[in-house]
């Protein structure tokens, strides 16, 4: 009799048969998992059934770790013996649910990997104090996904190699032509270079945003370029034919090529449009407070009450924009048009977002909106992988990047209209936590100047598409609380990014970008913030939390981080107080942290606002069991939703009742720590 041989094998944990660690079961079939000591493990049941460990060799799990866990290995037996046994990576840190996988083939104890085996061991690393979530713990196939990586991996390494080379050069090199300026008019382009007279065979070159001119031998448009005493201009047509469609050059950057045998090398660093006329004359909205959480779902009353009791006047607002458009039509959809394109505009979805906006414009409230693409679309880009929970747009293909602008231009068009018919979006934040890029904004394996020239595209790309309409708000950079530190080894350090993006944009043509930063407590599950360890009064800090953010403040300060000699928008679009669970010490500690985050930035005029994540607890099982709402959260509770202390000193905070919020923190928070608020120390 013949047996199907499984292209899955489900592992599940043997609570009963383990070391060093504490499990617990979450719900989903997921497990919490804390190490004790310093060899945590815990056995697997057996199982049954046929597979076949030649294409049955991944190691997979859902998972959700703060701090990381430093490896995975993985026995398998019987026997389970040190020479059956495979070793993973570290499992990088991470504030949502992603996944983790390696190849038991490729990193197998030589020729261990055999048939038959039916018990299997999970070790979590060798560090004691580590929590991690897991779920959907398995032994499977690659996806199509990983077998393309692995064929290419080689040729793909190569080329990322010199691209990255060339990146980095590039924000360092001097040139002896220079594209002075950019000027855009109704229908035309205006390209003003200077250059030296000596220099023979010179090229003006147009790179479409969705191009890089780095590397480039071809180009879309060039024309021969002669300077009269040094310098040259050249007037061109906005509009560029491409095929039956066009391309609006305003998202076209311009450089100078010199002519080099039969190549052409660069001349002058590119530079983006300066200025896009505007369709209206708008006035930016500037929020009545500092106070802020995310977004109205719109249509729910009860939110719209307590949002107006709190005094709530900024909000963020999740924007799926692959949710919204799409190339196809469906049943009720309406076509948007964009660069002499036709797109599809999912009503259902837009009339959700407008009633969320109308709500939020009813209660005077200034949005953030955060611009989210998800994975496996053609908005998506072609390099993300699986582990992502959110993707970087697609920047390097033409129709992908067509579908990106068309979503953001129908945004533009919609929520910045004089009349504010639908509300009005005031800050553009482009994508969530970029340095987290591996999990949050997903372009595949990048290096650091790669992975910025990806995301400064698509920030171009939006402050294009928002300066067409109107000059009310700005496209936000969002990083995490980390600074001089990469969360794991596939992410960033946020002020490398930070630092790329003004040299960057000063070399191209400066912008009024913004930042949008998340200053967690330096363990998110502890609001105890007041005891970070890791925040210093240093530029060189590890972390950016509650108790440091003078440094934000000192940084962003710099004459080189300035725009037309002010300060940029800084906004802290995502931050929390959790409260561990729901005993009464943990909603003081909560209470408190609270309190000490709003009198840490209430008197720095560089932020603008202070956005709480979240109004209301997650739900069980959700973002890793934090409970950062005002309200509870509980199922199996009657009422569901229960007002915990934190949503009484949050109302009381930025009012006259403000010294009464602050005496209850006292109660929690050592005189000592009040006394250095704010920080007078030399920050440098």
Avoid at 145 to 166: C, G, I
Avoid at 231 to 236: H, N
Avoid at 434 to 457: F, I, M, Q, S
Avoid at 557 to 583: A, C, I, W, Y
């Amino acid at each position: 009799m013949s047996h199907a041989v499984r292209a899955t094998v489900s592992l599940d944990l043997d609570l009963s048969s383990t070391n060093d660690v504490e499990i617990r079961a979450i719900g989903d079939g997921g497990y919490e998992i804390e190490t004790k000591g310093g060899d945590p493990y815990v056995f697997c049941k057996p199982v049954s059934g046929d597979y076949d460990p030649d294409t049955t060799c991944v190691l997979a799990f859902d998972y959700f770790c703060v701090n990381g866990v430093d490896s995975v290995e993985l026995f398998y037996g019987p026997p389970i013996v040190a020479g059956n046994a495979a070793m993973g990576p570290a499992v990088p840190s991470s504030e949502g649910w992603t996944s983790y996988a390696f190849s038991v083939k490729e990193k197998q104890k030589p020729g261990s990997w055999r048939e038959g085996y039916r018990l299997f061991r999970l070790d979590f690393g060798r560090q004691p104090g580590r929590l991690i979530q897991v779920r959907n713990i398995q032994i499977r196939e690659p996806t199509a996904y990983e077998r393309r990586l692995e064929r290419e991996r080689e040729a793909l390494a190569q080329a990322r190699e010199v691209f990255e080379r060339d990146m980095q050069a590039l924000v360092t090199q001097k040139y002896r032509s220079a594209i002075e300026r950019v000027t855009v008019s109704a229908d035309t382009i205006l390209i003003s270079v200077t250059g030296a007279l000596e220099e023979p065979g010179l090229v003006l070159c147009e790179v479409p945003v969705y191009q890089s001119a780095v590397g480039r031998k071809e180009f879309v448009w060039q024309q021969s370029l002669v300077l009269e005493d040094g310098e040259a201009q050249v007037e061109l047509p906005r509009f560029r034919a491409e095929g039956d469609a066009s391309h609006d050059r305003a998202f076209s950057s311009w450089v100078v090529m010199r002519q080099m045998g039969k190549g052409l090398v660069a001349s002058s660093h590119q530079r983006f449009a300066d200025r896009v006329p505007a369709q209206w004359q708008l006035t930016r909205d500037r929020p009545l407070s500092k106070k802020g959480t995310t977004g109205l779902h719109g249509g729910n009353q009860f939110q719209f009450d307590d949002y107006k009791a709190l005094g709530i006047h900024n909000c963020t607002k999740n924007i799926v924009l692959n949710g919204i458009i799409g190339v196809a039509p469906g049943k009720d959809t309406t076509p948007h048009t964009f660069n002499g394109r036709t797109y599809h505009l999912r009503q259902p979805a837009v009339r959700r977002l407008d009633r969320a906006m109308q709500d939020m414009d009813k209660l005077q409230i200034v949005v953030s909106a955060i611009i989210l693409i998800g994975k496996n679309t053609p908005m998506t880009h072609p390099d993300c992988a699986p582990q992502g929970i959110w993707a970087m747009p697609n920047v390097v293909e033409r129709e992908g990047w067509n579908l990106y602008a068309a979503g953001l231009d129908f945004l533009a068009q919609r929520y910045l209209r004089p009349d504010r018919k639908y509300g009005r979006i005031t800050h553009w934040i482009m994508h969530n936590e970029v340095d987290a890029g591996w999990v949050w904004t997903n372009a595949g394996e990048k290096p650091l100047h790669t992975y910025l020239d990806l995301y400064y595209r698509s920030m171009r790309t939006a402050q294009s598409v928002v300066r067409r309409y109107g000059d009310a708000g700005d496209v936000l950079i969002s990083l995490t609380h980390y600074w001089t530190r990469a969360h794991n080894y596939l992410c960033y350090c946020p002020r490398d990014l930070l630092d790329l993006l003004q040299k960057r944009s000063a070399l191209e043509g400066v912008f009024d970008w913004g930042l949008a930063y998340h200053p967690y407590p330096q363990n998110l599950r502890n609001p105890r913030t007041w005891e970070d360890t890791k925040a210093t009064f240093s530029f060189e800090t590890t972390l950016i939390t509650p108790r440091n953010l003078e440094v934000l403040d000192a940084y962003m300060k710099q004459s080189r981080m300035l725009f037309d000699g002010r300060p940029r928008t800084v906004v802290l679009s995502e931050q929390g107080s959790n409260s561990r669970d729901h005993s009464e010490k943990s909603y003081r500690d909560q209470a408190a942290g609270l309190v000490y985050t709003w009198l840490k930035f209430e008197k720095l005029d560089i932020i603008e606002s202070y956005v709480h994540h979240r109004w209301l607890d997650a739900g069980p099982g959700q973002e890793g069991g934090l409970l950062l709402g005002f309200w509870t959260n509980l199922p199996d509770e009657e009422p569901r939703h229960r007002k915990k202390p934190a949503w009484e000193i949050y109302r009381k905070l930025g009012t006259g009742f403000q010294k009464e919020a602050v005496d209850v923190a006292r109660e929690v928070i050592p005189d000592r720590y009040f006394e250095e608020i704010p920080y007078r120390g030399v920050i440098e």
